[in-house]
């Protein structure tokens, strides 16, 4: 070998050496800082208790409790995956929230990991340059925000973590499919209709999915999307399969599930000044709360209404505006404005309170916008690998966030805190008001408990949580004429709420009033045939009137289909008394 031969080998290792260092730099050492970034962020938040929907999702929540008997019980939930997910928790580690955390905060990482790589890939298909650091502060924003706190440690509201995490896969295999190989397409199937089926902002996805091939995959030409049609009708397709598989088979969704005070035209009028308010948050990251309270308009002259519609105006001239500029930077506003709102209306639509958690995904596009205007200002380009100003200045608002959420964390560790933040911010919440009589009831602060209970219900008096729960105040003061009452308005109120009818069946129970007791827990168990509660009470109740058989059968029922379930001593005493007595069999 020559000794040019020799140098130009050695060239080319030092380069495949550089290449290499270069990949490590670009790749790893931004997903390691996220990882850790996040890691930090949210430990606080790894003991935190189930609050919430939590209790009644997840706690009380007999159907994950045998995950080999899950697969027939999530067709009664349009959220299955969600569901499933669960389930493993609760095979894995029962009630424990450390390991529902651990799962939570996990899937976020790969959230915001997921989010880098795309927004890298958008910078590389704008400027045909690789980037690194605006990429990289986007998905860190997104790692830190506190709005995602009623994502990440409110446990029941994984089904927005889990099914961004799919519709982000899906998103990257699709193009994937289009710049390496056609069979990366089933990938992005699957993931579509898993994120369809842990929460339903999956609809989206086949929109999302068209914009994106126009604007980046092929640059504003449309012929170039309509070769590659056939991807796109298959998506269309199975979004039209899976809107009647739900209509048919899951149950249907919350939709139009309005409050007694709404009224469509208001429900509707109202919606993009709720986009607005939380907009705001996302910008100036003051105010959040578990449960905000949105009033519906009362007159098209309200500054909501006036503010709405100015703002739908200006947000449809910026989007022609970067429609027809066509730049690099516009191409990237773009995508981010139509990403934030395309991603929401299905939220909009079918939900009466928009919360933090809806903004989880949606605000990947609002992070874009951010990063972008920094870069904006200081007149930089988005393949920048490094400037000293924008990385310090980025670095103290990604600070700020994160000291925001860590504080937020607090408040999910304490839910008697989580909900006086709630009232302390709107004090009309009757929702608020009811669960901080739940938590003053559990720690025996009886008066204070009754006082949140009476104030929930003059807020809102067709909300049968607070009627429930003061009947039960008044069962502990063995006041039970009082608390049939409250028992019997609530189930008024909502007759199929299985809850509320398993109450009042207690009611006549404490009353001796068996027979009505009997009935209303089978009014229970006709509603919903695995409420265990009720199951339970039932049982007893036949127990106490002398009717062995029929308790027997309950006992069994139970022992079937709960084999978990710690088997209470009257019910084992009551077989061996009836079989004793050569009772029959069931």
Known sequence: MGKSEINRSISMNCSAGNNIKNHFIQLFIPIIFILLICSVIY?????????????????????????????????????????????LNYYFGKLNTFGYHIFNIIIHIINCVLVFFIVKKMVFYVYQKKSVLYPFFVSLIFTVHPI???????????????????????LIFFIKSIEKHKNY?????????????????????????????????????????????????????????????????????????????????????????VILKFLKLSFIPIGFCIDHQIYPLRTLFEYRSISSLIFVIIMIIVIYKLFIRRTELS?????????????????????????????????????????????????????????????ILLIVHVTVLGIITVNRNKLYQNPLLLWQ??????????????????????????????????????LDPEKENAYTHLGVWY???????????????????????????????????????FEEAIRNYRRALKINPYYLEARKNLAITYYKTGKYEEALQEYRFIKRNFPDEPVEKNMEELEKLILSKNIRKW
């Open 331 to 391: 191409k990237l506003f773009l995508f981010a404005i139509l990403w934030y709102f395309i991603i929401l209306v299905p939220t909009s639509i079918i939900k009466v309170h928009i919360g933090e958690r809806h903004f989880y995904l949606p605000n990947i596009g609002v992070y874009m916008v951010i990063v972008g205007l920094y870069f904006l200002v200081l007149r930089k380009d988005l393949y920048l690998v490094w400037n000293t100003i924008l990385f």
């Open 43 to 87: 430990y606080n938040s790894l003991n935190a208790p189930f609050v919430f929907d939590d209790i009644v999702c997840i706690v009380r929540n007999y159907d994950i409790t045998q995950l080999k008997d899950i697969i027939p019980k999530l067709i009664n939930y349009d959220r299955p995956i969600t569901i499933l997910s669960f389930a």
């Open 148 to 170: 995602n706190t009623e994502v990440v440690t409110y446990i029941y509201n994984r089904s927005a973590s889990l099914s961004s995490m799919f519709y982000l896969f899906s």
């Open 185 to 273: 397409f089933i990938l992005t199937v699957i993931f579509f209709i898993l994120s369809y089926l842990t929460k339903q902002i999956g609809i989206t996805l086949p929109l999302i999915i068209l914009i994106f091939d126009y604007i980046y995959l092929s640059d504003f030409d449309i012929r170039k999307v309509i070769k590659k049609k056939s991807y796109h009708i298959v998506l269309w397709i199975i979004l039209v399969f899976l809107l009647v598989l739900q209509y048919f088979y899951f149950n249907e969704t919350q939709l139009q599930k309005k409050d007694y005070f709404w009224t469509g035209l208001s429900y509707y009028l109202v919606q993009p000044w």
């Open 421 to 458: 933040d709630v009232v302390k911010k709107y004090p009309n919440n009757a929702l608020a008001h009811d669960h901080l009589g739940i938590i003053c009831h559990e720690k025996g602060a009886l008066d204070k408990a009754y006082e949140e209970y009476i104030k929930s219900i003059e």
């Open 475 to 513: 069962v502990d003061k063995k006041m039970y004429d009082e608390s049939i009452k409250y028992f019997k308005e609530a189930v008024r109120i909502a007759p199929n709420n299985v809850e509320a009818i398993n109450n009042l069946a207690g009611g006549y129970f404490m009353k001796n009033m």
